[in-house]
T-cell receptor, first 114, second 115 residues
């Protein structure tokens, strides 16, 4: 069967390696997804987003892949640097008549060693 | 442009007390959302305020409340504190214009410890 990609609470990589962080979302009707980075002592910081009509979007050193069939997101970080060490969260937008709210997934702590 | 500011940054209270946290959004942002972050439950949406009105609410008990002022600054209040209320409380602001989503900018959070 197809590999969904396990969510790992922690990921340790060497500087220069590529990192892949996985996330499963819950609502098949969600049409907007975001990856956030949270460094120690700070609030979450926007990294990259993707709409449900796309399956891939690239930014600077980051790529987000969306697989709607299995409700799975991944964040790929190229040439990982020590400054990338942080907790990474995916979030989906939950929209109702009242407004929108971010529904966060479980975070992955990325540790980059030099 | 200054970012989202939250005060105080750290707070220690005892069970049964109440607490008020403050959030000043980015200038020009009219929407303020609040989130609770704990190791066990992760990041959870509390409520959103827009134009001094609560526009959306998460699944939290009535002990959690908030308000927004005419200058878009927001406060959240937790009454009758419980040990489980110990958490990082995050505030996020956005322009809240038209469209399905406006990017939310987070503050550094207020770390609340309930003893």
């Amino acid at each position: 069967g197809e590999s969904v990609g396990l969510h790992l609470p922690t990921l340790s990589v060497q500087e220069g390696d590529n990192s892949i962080i996985n996330c499963a979302y819950s609502n098949s009707a969600s049409d907007y997804f975001i990856w956030y980075k949270q460094e120690s002592g700070k609030g979450p910081q926007f990294i990259i987003d993707i709409r449900s009509n796309m399956d891939k979007r690239q930014g600077q050193r980051v790529t987000v892949l969306l697989n709607k069939t299995v409700k799975h997101l991944s964040l790929q970080i190229a040439a990982t640097q020590p400054g990338d060490s942080a907790v990474y969260f995916c979030a989906e937008i939950a929209t109702n008549q009242a407004g929108t709210a971010l529904i966060f997934g479980k975070g992955t702590t990325l540790s980059v060693s030099s | 442009k200054a970012g989202v500011t939250q005060t105080p940054r750290y707070l220690i209270k005892t069970r049964g007390q109440q607490v008020t946290l403050s959030c000043s959004p980015i200038s020009g942002h009219r929407s303020v959302s609040w989130y609770q972050q704990t190791p066990g439950q992760g990041l959870q949406f509390l409520f959103e305020y827009f134009s001094e009105t609560q526009r959306n609410k998460g699944n939290f008990p009535g002990r959690f409340s908030g308000r927004q002022f005419s200058n878009s600054r927001s406060e959240m209040n937790v009454s009758t504190l419980e040990l489980g209320d110990s958490a990082l409380y995050l505030c996020a602001s956005s322009l809240a214009g038209k469209g399905p989503y406006n990017e939310q900018f987070f503050g550094p959070g207020t770390r609340l410890t309930v003893l």
